[in-house]
């Protein structure tokens, strides 16, 4: 499958965002999907998941009750729901999708589509 992310940009601390990633080339609710982010510097770490029929959702601890993703199966696309945002939480996010479980683990998947920067001022 295809994974284009968009909706990332700037904005103040305290601020809120809403990310979007259309998954194409293939039948979207065979997919669990997932949110990751690389922050300058660092590797790529999961944020959240959500199960092929969005019933049950994940969340890295330091994300959870910040951060909500979500998913529209009628519109091939998943969210990532960014609330008081705070400068750590620059980085680019990318999604991932997986037909057997919910992504958790960046190093199991070789390729990522398009990222899209977040940069929180302070």
């Known amino acids: 499958v295809q994974l284009q992310a968009s909706g990332g940009g700037w904005v103040q601390s305290g601020g809120s965002l809403r990310l979007s990633c259309v998954v194409s080339?293939?039948?979207?609710?065979?997919?669990?999907l997932g949110w990751f982010r690389r922050a300058p510097g660092k590797d790529r770490e999961f944020v959240a998941a959500?199960?092929?029929?969005?019933?049950?959702?994940y969340y890295a601890h330091a994300w959870k009750g910040r951060f909500t993703i979500s998913r529209d199966n009628a519109k091939n696309t998943v969210y990532l729901q960014m609330s008081n945002l705070e400068p750590e939480d620059t980085a680019e996010y990318y999604c991932q999708a997986d037909r057997d479980k919910a992504p958790f683990h960046h190093w199991e998947y070789g390729s990522w589509g398009q990222g899209t920067l977040v940069t929180v001022s302070s």
């Open positions: 080339g293939g039948t979207f609710s065979d997919y669990a």
């Open positions: 959500i199960s092929k029929a969005g019933d049950n959702t």
